[in-house]
């Protein structure tokens, strides 16, 4: 037997080439900056990409926003999505934009479940031993194999009419269901009324004026591919908790592990989540939430520690003394905040000259202008979109004049998914002006100093101050 050696060739491999597209990116000042990219960039990669070329610090919180004004729309693109099929649903004649700008409440609901799903609005679709917590209930959304039921009261617009109705509706993993019958949840009462696979959740922002909803707090779901407004699917909740719950919900049923992976991974490429890698998720899961709970109880037993260790000394004679009376060594920690105070007001002054004191606290008086937190001459609710756009997580603020009283300025916050205002108050003590929250109990020589206080101290506020909202240029 022989054998013959044949020569086989191989058909040529073409290599792929990614066509590219260019884009336009908006920032909330409405500057845009044109980036030219492959056709299967994800949100993530822009993102990245522009905070690279901005020099920007990326603390995760960056985020592409889908922005449709012809019917006052806009929603969360997610990081693993494909910008270019984000904008090829888009119709021709249509002036959507792209939006880059912060989103601190993104994936808020893995740090914090607590605040996100109430327990008047979760029920269970089987039996459960015991009190569930709202890392379970996460941790369900991620299952394929069980699933938590979110329900409620919603105002739903009449298809083809401009009444709303308020409804009891449903929301389980295979869609959204109304009850055609009060509360009732048996299957003859309940009637379709949306699925996720084909459709995208949007927040309404302006609900109330283009669509003559009943609150201000309004979503709605939108088929994938172009269509009218007779094809929008609207909403209303009677207020934010109650809308971010469901919009949360929306989004964990409809891309369930991928958002986790997001979360976890923010640098990793597109793929999806085996059934496999559930398990070994909640794990993850498990001991992340159990991490952060033992990081905050370490933290308050050192700083408790650290606290109880700390003496009042007095150096002002030759030698140094521990000031074991409470009485005195308050008085003195009050001479020396005042000292201080005093000080500050002449950081920005020259050579000791006699105008140096009363010109540099002028100046003190108009520095925080600069600053990225101060928004100048903004009303009260231009303030409230700004924190809601940038995501109610506790401490989100920004700081601005006041228009009930020219000659002060008001602190606005996010805390408890409630947006709160504080009046800065301007108060003169020998006839230098300072600025206080707490009716001149805390004193401060300019805005800076009262906001970098606040960072550190909870004081009279809710919460301490975290992340400050801004406009950014591109």
């Known amino acids: 037997m022989s054998l013959s050696a044949r020569r086989v060739t191989l058909p040529a491999i073409t290599p792929i080439v990614l066509q590219k597209r260019v884009i336009k990116v908006y920032s909330e000042d409405e500057t845009s900056r044109a980036l030219e990219v492959?056709?299967?960039?994800?949100?993530?990669?822009?993102?990245?990409?522009?905070?690279?070329?901005?020099?920007?610090?990326?603390?995760?919180?960056?985020?592409?926003?889908?922005?449709?004004?012809?019917?006052g729309l806009e929603r969360t693109i997610e990081d693993h999505e494909l910008v270019i099929e984000v904008l090829s649903n888009w119709g021709m004649e249509e002036e959507n934009k792209l939006y880059f700008r912060k989103n601190y409440a993104k994936y808020e609901f893995f740090k914090n479940p607590m605040y996100f799903f109430p327990e008047h609005m979760v029920s269970f679709a089987t039996e459960t031993n015991g009190e569930i917590s709202p890392t379970q209930i996460l941790q369900m959304f991620l299952s394929s194999s069980t699933y938590p039921e979110i329900h409620g009261f919603l105002h739903a617009k009449e298809q083809g009419k401009k009444s709303w109705k308020k409804i009891y509706f449903l929301l389980r993993r295979s869609g959204l269901y109304f009850s055609t019958k009060g509360t009732s949840k048996e299957p003859r009462h309940l009637q379709f009324f949306s699925e996720f696979g084909n459709s995208d959740i949007y927040v309404s922002l302006a609900g109330k004026k283009k669509h003559g909803a009943p609150t201000n707090y309004g979503f709605c779901f939108k088929p994938n591919k172009a269509g009218g407004p007779r094809d929008l699917k609207m909403l209303c909740a009677e207020e934010e908790q109650s809308r971010t719950c469901w919009v949360t919900a929306i989004r964990l049923f409809k891309y369930g592990m991928q958002l986790y992976q997001n979360y976890m991974h923010p640098y990793q490429g597109r793929s999806g989540c085996s059934s496999q890698s559930i398990s070994p998720m909640f794990q993850v899961l498990e001991k992340h939430t159990a991490l952060q709970e033992t990081q905050k109880m370490q933290a308050k037993i050192q700083r408790s520690i650290s606290e109880n260790s700390l003496v009042a000394m007095d150096f002002s004679g030759q030698k140094s003394r521990v000031i074991e009376n409470p009485t005195e060594a308050l008085s003195v920690a009050v001479e020396e905040g005042l000292a201080w105070r005093k000080k500050g007001c002449l950081r920005l002054g020259t050579h000791g000259s006699p105008t140096a004191s009363s010109q540099s606290?002028?100046?003190?008086?108009?520095?925080?202008?600069?600053?990225?937190?101060?928004?100048?001459?903004?009303?009260?609710?231009?303030?409230?979109?700004?924190?809601?756009?940038?995501?109610?997580?506790?401490g989100v603020f920004l700081v601005r004049d006041s228009q009930s009283n020219p000659k002060t300025f008001v602190l606005s916050m996010s805390h408890g998914q409630k947006i709160k205002h504080f009046q800065i108050i301007p108060v003169e003590d020998d006839g230098e002006m300072f600025h206080t929250l707490d009716d001149g109990h805390t004193r401060f020589t300019d805005l800076i100093q009262l906001v970098e206080f606040y960072q550190l101290n909870k004081g009279v506020l809710p919460c301490k101050l975290k992340h400050y909202c801004a406009r950014i240029a591109l």
């Open 361 to 394: 606290c002028a100046t003190n008086m108009a520095i925080h202008r600069s600053q990225p937190w101060f928004h100048h001459k903004i009303s009260r609710e231009e303030a409230q979109r700004l924190i809601i756009q940038q995501g109610l997580v506790d």
């Open 38 to 71: 492959p056709s299967d960039i994800t949100a993530r990669d822009v993102c990245q990409l522009l905070i690279l070329k901005n020099h920007y610090i990326d603390d995760h919180s960056w985020t592409l926003f889908e922005h449709l004004p012809h019917i």
